[in-house]
């Protein structure tokens, strides 16, 4: 999968965690401070990309930092795709 997909999974779990249509994603968004995410839907964000995305997120593998912005949360995903195919973590 490559990263305009990943960050389009991102951008479709994010209409549905919000509950309403982000049209454009940019990887510099913040979640919390731009999308407005908190600590629920960041639950609800990673469970809708497991389901979506077919992966396995660890969450003793989660850092503050990977939920700062769109960026770091695609390079993670992207880096556990590269490490073990579609297990992350």
Do not use: K, W
């Amino acid at each position: 999968m490559n990263r305009d997909e990943i960050v389009e999974h991102v951008r479709v779990a994010l209409n549905q965690v919000l509950n309403r249509e982000v049209p454009e994603l940019g990887e510099d968004a913040r979640l919390f401070e731009d999308l407005s995410l908190d600590s629920t839907s960041v639950i609800e964000l990673l469970m809708g990309l497991e389901d979506t995305m077919d992966l396995e997120i660890d969450p003793d593998d989660l850092e503050p930092e990977v939920f700062r912005t769109v960026r770091t949360l695609t390079d993670f995903i992207e880096a556990g795709y590269a490490n073990a195919g579609a297990m992350v973590g």
